[in-house]
């Protein structure tokens, strides 16, 4: 968060989330690694790994997603803020 505004990789795992009904944290890794450039580091995608799960837990503190049998899903709040029409929750 940067002074109570979503980033940039917050409001891209939103989208991710909002897209892919039912998506879990590390299904939600697993596509912020595949949007990026793949790194010769071995401990590249353990990183964005663990970067996801910071992103779900600020996510649902915001009141942007939900977490329901294991996987998340947007808020309507969340859903307005990414102008995403899909959605269960």
Not at 23 to 33: F, K, P, Y
Not at 58 to 76: N, V
């Amino acid at each position: 968060m940067s002074d109570g505004y979503p980033t940039a990789a917050q409001k891209e795992a939103l989208t991710l989330i909002c897209e892919h009904d039912g998506l879990d944290t590390e299904r939600l890794a697993g596509h912020l690694v595949s949007a990026r450039r793949s790194s010769p580091n071995p401990g590249y995608a353990r990183a964005i790994t663990r970067m996801a799960g910071t992103l779900v837990w600020r996510l649902e503190a915001q009141g942007f997603i939900t977490q329901t049998g294991g996987a998340w899903a947007t808020t309507p709040t969340g859903r307005t803020l990414i102008c995403c029409p899909s959605g269960p929750a």
